[in-house]
């Protein structure tokens, strides 16, 4: 049994059943509710900004990593859009508005059950406006530069690269 997987219904507390639904073989099932009830989880954006200069946004945030650098993140809110998230958080955490959000790749972190989805957020360079509580520091790096911050084994360095790969004639 999984961290996230309930046993009770959320919404009204009996004890779930087992139901063969569709092709999802053996759900958890509450009979009361009529329906069935989805393991929990939470969805990050991994936002990689870049700016008209071909500069990456990275952030130092001590509560993530004391060694590297990172995206911005954050946790989406219900009844949000994935796209209202990312404007959201990149304007909470730098002040900067986003232009234009192009979709990477996502990857499932099992230690936090979280599913992240990265981004590549365009920007116009401006002064950035840190968030005082979650920013400790905030840097524009060159596009080639910015890799060294980076966790080499995060999932920060598997957008970076995939938008490399994408905006570059290099044979990878
Ligand atoms: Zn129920």
Redesign the pocket.
């Known amino acids: 049994m999984s961290v996230n997987t309930f046993n009770y219904?959320?919404?009204?507390?009996?004890k779930?059943i087992k139901k063969e639904i569709g092709d999802e073989g053996k759900m958890a099932y509450?009979?009361?509710?009529?329906?069935p009830?989805f393991d929990m989880f939470n969805v990050t954006p991994i936002i990689m900004v870049i700016n008209e200069f071909n500069e990456v946004c990275l952030l130092k945030q001590n509560y993530i990593s004391k060694t590297f650098l990172v995206f911005i993140s954050g946790y989406l809110k219900k009844y949000e859009s994935v796209e209202e998230a990312i404007k959201r958080e990149v304007f909470e955490e730098t002040g900067l508005t986003v232009d234009k959000i192009e979709y990477h790749l996502s990857s499932f972190h099992e230690a936090t059950q979280t599913l992240r989805l990265g981004f590549v957020a365009y920007v116009k360079k401006q002064a950035f406006h840190k968030s005082e509580k979650e920013v400790d520091e905030i840097y524009w790096f060159d596009l080639v530069e910015a890799e060294k911050y980076l966790n080499p084994n995060g999932f920060s360095t598997q957008i970076y690269l995939s938008y490399r790969k994408k905006t570059s004639n290099w044979n990878w």
């Open positions: 219904c959320p919404i009204c507390g009996s779930l509450c009979d009361t509710c009529n329906k009830i």
